[in-house]
């Protein structure tokens, strides 16, 4: 070819250079995972598998033996499988929820819990149908001795109420961490610490005498 | 991106897991391995599936806590471990394959990005040429005129 003489050869190799690397680069970029944002969604949804309707003729004043039904949901953002649970807890007004900046979970006793395996993209939802099956008047205030939650009794204790009024379920999400081989609340991302909670407030204002 | 979504009732156990829950945390990090090493979700699925049928037995085992239910307690936390063993083993295997699948990949596409390159150099000294041709034929195809 008459284009290769001994000028031109030094350009061909300086474009042959130039695209080698910009190929190489492509090549790079398209064979490394680009880093991502690391995260958790935990909801809860009404019975209507709505973010409404959470209590039976709209009426915050749980029944005893009424049935509630929810439905609890993790989506795993994680970029791997993980393994998670939802610890229900029960609380009263006073009962201090998890801290947000230090990473903290509620001291409530857990009531109940959901572990499950979730891969990455994941939704997992399962139902969450509860009832408070006992619970007694004393001095004023209501106390919640016993819920059945999917059909298992959890005994609760030393949690009241004034009146039965502003009592609530915590819902906290617990991530195992590998490096600890442990349940731990909340999930480390890009070395922060991040936690997911919710809590739906009810009235338990009509418990069988002492 | 696929988005799943599982919808399926859990018993809630109002006791945390805590006999198998260190031989969960090393299987769920030999998961971790087979994934870095580029296992994909497909691959990865009928093991968590598998997982969470061990999680669901641990939880029943965990329930049976009378002397009388002492022998199907340790028959289910049998099942608990054999399936465990079993998704170890399967976990340590898609490692194997997916980092052969992942190392033959990252080759091939280092190999065809300098392929693209020299058939770019070609294409541009071909284009160059082309192009010297066409102005040494415009050259001679030139008339002098007299203004």
Redesign the interface.
Known sequence: ????SSQ?RRT?IA??IT??V???M??YV??TPRPREQFFQLYVLGTKHMAADYYPNDNTDIQLGEPVTW?LGITDNMG????V?IR?KIGNETLKPPDDQQGLESPAP??????????????????FVWSISDAVSSGGSTRVLALQ????T??IQDWSATKGHNLRLLFELWA?Q?EA???EFGWMTGGEHRVAWLQVWFNMTSPRPT | ?????????????????TAL??R??QT??L??EA??AGAT?SE??PL?VL??KA?ELN?EAIKLGTPDQAQKQADLLVQVDQILTTVENRAAELTVVASHRSYT??IL??M???V???L??IA??FT??FY?EYRIKRTFQMRATRK
């Open positions: 070819m008459s284009f290769v031109n061909l474009v042959f695209l080698l910009v190929c190489e492509v090549a398209t064979t439905y791997s499988v993980q393994l649970s229900v857990v009531a109940a819990e959901f572990t499950r395996f979730i891969q990455d993209n994941e939704t997992w939802e399962t139902p939650i999917n059909n298992e959890c005994q195992w590998t081989n442990a349940f | 991106m696929l988005a799943l979504v599982v919808i399926q009732p859990l018993a809630a156990t109002s006791q945390t897991i829950q260190p969960f945390g769920l990090a998961l971790h994934e870095s979700s990865v699925a968590v997982l969470n999680l939880a990949n990252r596409t280092y065809f990005a300098g693209a390159a020299v770019g150099t541009y000294a160059v040429s010297q």
